[in-house]
């Protein structure tokens, strides 16, 4: 590529559209990246606590239990859009940092065909056993028909969750995590409108809850993937990119299978921890499926700032100084344990009012039960946060095995104590799982950090 022309678009990209993470104090910089980032996943975690909180209030116990029942598959759904992502996202943000737009807009090309593709196949494997996963999952004959209902229509809207996750990841690799925010802040918000409009104005029930979802999260994915493709045609490059490569495909395979692997293996393994809630019964399935929502918000407000220290090492690497990785990582724990704090305070002494927003009162097991899970996991996210910071680091380097083996080991010892433990202490013993396979998963991050050097 011509130099002349790098140096122009290299000016007018940093101007209009990105943020390099290249340069400035490290602290200061992933601090401002990072910030609307958590602010976006917050808002997109309302999507589904709205869901739950709609269903709880204004269906009923049932109602929250199919919904909570469901977001277990759902998930799988996420682990492949949320792999599409971060490849994305790493490998963008490498060649933003190198200055190789033309590369860097193949990338995102190959990204959004292979996707859907990909988004296709799972549509189709999705429609055919979907049910048969949600008989497997010992889910009780009362919710069966919602839980099946609310994933048909959450199938449908397949294509909107990958297309919108991967213009999350480009506009963080190209250092604005601020759009993202915008467009989160304003669909999640509408969302909660439209649930209570579909299911108390309406009385559409737990489809009402299903297809406002959709609607709003339809809308917030055209809109930022046609903003997407107005940027990239902004940036000037010597020649045309390419439409698709499948060198780049390889290269973004490199990190989005393992991160899809990740995801995956974490939701099955959740799968099999539903199958022992449901077999303790409705009450206890409606207050685990309250409380972890809550929980869901912060690990994967965690694992959203873990990205953002992902996009940071990977522009650092490609733009040849790695020695600001130390710094970012050190900003980036400085950051999740300052975010911990009032939220650990809040699910300990005040955890009982935020499951009141799902529940009614008289639902004395499920509440009891959510108060339990919150009050044993929630003290151990100083711990999770740390690791998925790290995770970040190891990610954004490459070191996808290192990551998958910390992963792993979490995920296993999970299902496994899960499963021995509420034999001897019943559902108090398939929370307290959760902490060990997060302490010991946190220590295997943090070795394979230390053996990267940088």
């Not at 490498?94 to 549509?123: E, H, N």
């Not at 107005?230 to 393992?258: E, G, M, N």
């Not at 809630?277 to 499926?289: D, E, L, M, P, R």
């Amino acid at each position: 590529m011509d130099k002349t022309m790098d140096k122009t678009t290299d000016k007018n990209t940093d101007r209009t559209l990105n943020k390099d993470l290249t340069v400035g104090n490290p602290q200061t910089v992933l601090w401002k990246f990072c910030l609307p980032m958590f602010g976006s996943i917050i808002f997109q975690q309302l999507y589904n606590i709205a869901d739950s909180l709609v269903a709880g209030k204004f269906i009923g116990e049932n109602a929250l239990a199919a919904v909570g029942n469901s977001y277990n598959v759902t998930l799988i759904f996420i682990a492949f859009a949320f792999g599409c992502n971060i490849g994305c996202s790493v490998i963008v943000s490498q060649f933003f940092g190198a200055k190789d737009y033309c590369r860097m807009k193949t990338a995102v090309y190959t990204t959004l065909i292979s996707s859907a593709v990909l988004c296709a196949l799972l549509m189709l494997l999705g429609f055919l056993f979907c049910d048969p996963l949600l008989a497997q999952m010992k889910t009780q004959p009362e919710i069966m028909a919602d839980s099946a209902l609310y994933m048909d229509i959450y199938i449908l809207g397949l294509p909107f969750l990958f297309f919108y996750n991967i213009a999350t990841g480009i506009f963080s690799a190209l250092g604005d995590s601020r759009t993202p925010f915008y467009f989160l802040a304003a669909s999640s918000t509408s969302n909660i409108a439209v649930d209570i409009l579909f299911v108390k104005c309406f009385s559409m029930g737990i489809a009402g809850v299903a297809w406002a979802t959709f609607l709003c999260q339809g809308i917030s994915c055209i809109l930022s993937i046609v903003l997407i493709l107005k940027r990239l045609a902004d940036i000037q490059t010597s020649k045309k990119a390419a439409l698709f490569s499948s060198v780049l495909l390889r290269k973004l395979a490199v990190i989005a299978i393992p991160s899809i692997l990740q995801q995956s293996f974490i939701s099955v393994g959740n799968i099999f921890i539903q199958s022992v809630i449901n077999s303790f019964g409705i009450s206890v399935t409606a207050g685990y499926s309250a409380a972890v929502k809550l929980n869901n918000l912060v690990i994967t407000s965690f694992t959203t700032l873990g990205n953002g220290v992902s996009n940071f090492t990977a522009q650092n690497i490609g733009a040849g100084i790695p020695a600001r990785v130390k710094s970012g990582l050190r900003a980036g724990l400085k950051l999740v344990w300052c975010i911990s704090v009032p939220i650990v305070l809040l699910y300990v002494c005040f955890g009982q009012y935020l499951l009141l927003l799902f529940m009614d009162s008289t639902s004395a097991e499920a509440l009891r039960t959510g108060k339990q899970f919150l009050w044993i996991l929630s003290p151990f996210y100083f711990v999770v946060s740390a690791k998925l910071v790290t995770d970040g680091v190891l990610r954004g380097a490459g070191a996808m095995k290192a990551f998958m083996a910390a992963t792993f080991t979490d995920l296993i010892l999970r299902v496994v104590l899960a499963f021995s433990f509420s034999r001897v202490f019943g559902s108090i013993g398939i929370w307290c799982a959760w902490p060990i396979g997060w302490t010991i998963a946190t220590g295997m991050s943090a070795s394979f950090y230390r053996r990267m050097n940088y």
